[in-house]
């Protein structure tokens, strides 16, 4: 069974929030003590938030879809329903939160780091809070609002200071154990390395992550061996070291082939994915030099790739030969990294809408001979209202009236009778336009047709939608 995940997808469905109630105060003597009925209760949010103790995405593997708690309806005596339990996800530090087509939400790095994936609906408004100067006693409630559901993409990318990037048996994994107290698992074939191994090194006063990446191999920034799933996990690290294998025997194989062949799959994921991999300093090891063939190897490269400047170390993680000073240069660069950084960071990078103060809250599109108003107001106004109460469809046509929905829909050449479509087109609520009968009851004084204020009918009715 697998045992690590850096990538997922997730389905999210925030609660849905609670229906508000119509109640009528009854006691003795009372029988009409006007409106009482409470608001529904909120849905949960669906909540990601950055856990040190969660390493991998795994578990969303294993169960994709996660739900909040729904809100409770409201009742009578003002009494409002409970909210619905908020859902806290544990994720790995390091998350990057996507949409199915790419779009970046979020970027969650820091121990507690939020991001709110899927918002609850709202409650609906119980008849109390419905009632006004004209409508005293609303004889209907809101329905709650629909909690948000989204499918993401989940991809972690570690956080470390240092890339240990190489071919595959180049030594990264004994290299890292050999400078930390990590443990990671090391055998003589390729590809040991599944997952990206972390370990933190001190050198001086200075600590730091090192990442070791599994082994790349040619056409890895096209996906050749798994290469985007290990190319994301150096996004991060503001410094690249390459572990050179000096000791190897195969043909075409050499430190200065090898450094070419990984430079170049750098450059090619930096131009696939905007990520500039080939602008971070670099160091290279050449490895295994405690192998006598090894050092003659790395003794003929060294000259080379310090004129090209790199600078070179010799070492062996095997006995740990030249790692002291290996450890030094590492911290060098980091510390100059860290000290080039402003010196405060949001942890948290979330995609924010910028929406203009008069946004008329939709819009009116034309498709075939129909007309389809779009927007967040008057689909949420839909999903309220309960379409079995005339006088809730009533307070609806009152809402969409003072939206300005009229004036549009005269402006956009609906006709008398011409079909009217509000929320998504393959779930929309269908009406015939008659402007004879306008959508405001007067409610807001006098009608727009220039009457007098529209009489309201028993409870739980409209004059508009007698027959």
């Known amino acids: 069974m697998a045992e690590f995940a850096d990538r997922v997808t997730l389905q999210v469905q925030a609660g849905h929030g609670g229906h508000g109630c119509a109640s ?43 739900r909040a708690g729904n809100g409770r309806q409201g009742e009578g005596s003002n009494r409002t329903g409970a909210d619905g339990a908020d859902l806290v996800i544990g994720v790995p530090n390091g998350t990057e939160v996507k949409t199915a087509d790419g779009e970046v939400l979020a970027d969650l790095v820091g121990t507690g780091t939020r991001f709110v994936a899927a918002a609850g609906g709202r409650g609906g408004l119980g008849n109390a809070a419905l009632a006004s100067p004209r409508r005293k006693a609303p004889g209907f409630a809101l329905k709650g609002e629909p909690g948000e559901q989204r499918d993401l993409i989940l991809e972690l990318k570690t956080v470390a200071d240092v890339g240990l990037v190489g071919f595959p048996n180049a030594g990264k994994s004994s290299l890292i154990a050999a400078m930390s ?100 300093p670099r160091l290279v090891a050449l490895n295994k030099i405690d192998v006598p063939s090894a050092r003659e190897r790395a003794d003929q490269a060294k000259p080379e790739l310090e004129a090209r400047g790199y600078p070179v170390y010799e070492i062996s993680a095997a006995t740990g030969e030249g790692l002291r ?50 927007g967040n107001k008057p689909r949420r106004w839909v999903s309220q209202t309960d379409f079995s109460n005339d006088e809730a469809v009533g307070y609806l046509a009152d809402r969409l009236a003072r939206l300005g929905v009229e004036e549009a829909l005269a402006e956009a050449g609906a006709e008398p009778g011409a079909e009217v479509l509000i929320g998504d087109p393959d779930d929309a609520v269908v009406f015939d336009w008659d402007p004879a009968a306008p959508m405001s009851s007067g409610s807001t004084g006098r009608s727009r047709r220039g009457g007098g204020k529209r009489p309201l009918g028993p409870r739980g009715t409209d004059p508009r939608f007698s027959p």
């Open 325 to 374: 000073p290996l450890g030094f240069a590492m911290a060098a660069l980091v510390a100059a990294d860290r000290a080039a950084r402003p010196a405060e960071q949001p942890a948290e990078r979330v995609k924010v809408v910028v929406r203009a103060a008069d946004e008329p809250g939709f819009e009116v599109v034309r498709v075939g001979d129909s007309f389809l108003i779009r």
């Open 181 to 280: 107290a990590a443990r990671p698992k090391i055998a003589d074939y390729p590809f040991t390395t599944l997952i990206p191994n972390l370990g933190v090194v001190e050198a001086g006063d200075v600590q730091f992550v090192v990442a070791d990446v599994p082994g790349l191999i040619p056409g890895a920034s096209q996906g050749k061996g798994l290469g985007h799933d290990f190319l994301r996990h150096v996004e991060r690290c503001s410094t690249l070291v390459h572990v050179l294998d000096c000791a190897t025997e195969l043909p075409g194989r050499d430190p200065l082939a090898d450094l070419a062949v990984i430079e170049a799959e750098l450059v090619a994921y930096g131009e696939a994915t905007g990520v500039d991999l080939a602008a971070r």
């Open 24 to 66: 009528i105060h009854r006691e003795k003597f009372k029988p009409l003590g006007g409106p009482d009925g409470g608001n529904g209760g909120r849905g949960g949010d669906v909540i990601l938030q950055v856990d040190p103790s969660v390493a991998t995405l795994l578990d969303f593997h294993r169960r994709p879809v996660r």
